[in-house]
């Protein structure tokens, strides 16, 4: 037999083995009643004799009345929240994370299911944050995939023209290579985000002095600066040392410096500071690009996210999401002030080993 038939026929609200159980509770009470009230009082034997079908009509009667009475009681109280829960667990044993079950009121404003309603809603409200989320991340890097992959194909089948100039194959080579190096880094970054996210990777601590690493990572992209003739201005307190993972931080400052150029148009500034504000470093790195609106600072760190669609096939949406999970890991916080048209600003703080 099926087990949620078992379990209905158990919840029922009048059950005869339940019956059974107050008529032998009730004869109890009865019978005990009448042995102290003959103990203490005169009665004749006889007639209790004659009239034993009146006693044993009365117990059915009240077993009956409190059978009745207790069938109600668990009805309302018992049955129909556990209808309630069985049956939203079922949905969402089956996918459906929109279940919300009300909680039960009663006369005395409290029943003891409310606490477990509570906590099948929440559990189902961050059930269903984490599909929408497993969705949104499956359909994003579909999306991020084809996309590489679709330049490759053309571009390959291009390829096989005979007709082309050299510098036809060239120029095609160079837009599978570009292709192909951003679906390696895309592959890159998400097997490094699952890592972070799963704590699969663990930062080995040392004590750096961090301006000489912010200088390294930025000698990285000259060329760039040099090509789009971006003006840059350091300020960097060189007595400021910090315990991290320093490879992790590489990663952290190539991303936000990488930003930094890519959105400043030919001929604008990005500064660079880093100071002391009472026992944190403070690193700050401004641009004069093209900004971000309110809505895209909220979902700036949100993994694929690109505010600026302009400047998609130069990135994957994932280099601050890797950022935010970095800082967080190494103790530090990061903060964003942009405003659209006029440049942003990404501070960073960290704690920092006291002189």
């Given amino acids: 037999m099926n087990s949620d038939v078992i379990d209905k026929k158990e919840r029922k609200a009048w059950n005869f083995k339940r019956y059974i159980i107050f008529f032998l509770l009730v004869s109890f009470t009865v019978t005990c009643s009448f042995i102290l009230l003959l103990s203490t009082m005169h009665f004749d034997i006889d007639e209790i004799k004659h009239n034993w079908y009146y006693i044993l009509g009365n117990t059915f ?11 109600f009681r668990r ?3 018992v049955q129909k929240p556990v209808d309630q829960i069985t049956e939203s667990l079922d949905r969402i044993t089956k996918g459906d994370f929109s279940v919300r079950i009300p909680e039960i009121h009663t006369l005395t404003g409290y029943n003891e299911f409310n606490p477990i309603i509570r906590h099948i809603n929440l559990m189902t ?3 269903s944050g984490v599909e929408t989320l497993r969705t949104d991340f499956i359909s994003n890097v579909s999306h991020e995939i084809k996309t590489p992959l679709s330049v490759i194909r053309n571009y390959s089948t291009m390829l096989q023209n005979s007709d082309l100039t050299e510098q036809e194959k060239i120029e095609y080579i160079t837009a599978i290579n570009q292709a192909s190096g951003r679906l390696s880094e895309l592959v890159t970054n998400i097997l490094k985000l699952n890592k972070l996210e799963n704590q699969k990777i663990y930062p080995e601590i040392k004590n750096y002095n961090l301006s000489e690493q912010l200088c390294e990572c930025l000698l990285v992209f000259e060329d760039l600066w040099e090509k789009k003739n971006i003006r ?3 300020d960097f307190d060189d007595e400021i040392n910090i315990q991290a993972d320093a490879e992790l931080l590489n990663l952290v400052w190539n991303n936000l410096y990488s930003n930094a150029l890519k959105f400043t148009e030919s001929g604008g500034t ?8 009472a026992s944190q470093a403070v690193v700050e790195i401004k641009d004069t690009g093209c900004g971000m609106d309110d809505e895209t600072q909220k979902h700036i760190f949100d993994k694929f996210y690109q505010g600026d669609t302009s400047h998609a096939m130069q990135g994957n949406g994932l280099g601050l999401a890797l950022v935010r999970r970095i800082i967080a890991i190494t103790g530090g916080e990061i903060h964003v002030r942009s405003q659209l048209g006029k440049g942003s600003v990404f501070m960073i703080r960290f704690p920092c080993i006291q002189r």
């Fill in 61 to 71: 009667f009240l077993t009956f009345l409190f059978w009745i009475l207790d069938g």
């Fill in 75 to 77: 009805k309302i109280t």
């Fill in 125 to 127: 409200q961050e059930l």
């Fill in 232 to 234: 840059l201005e350091i």
């Fill in 270 to 277: 990005v500064s660079v500071r880093l100071y002391r504000e």
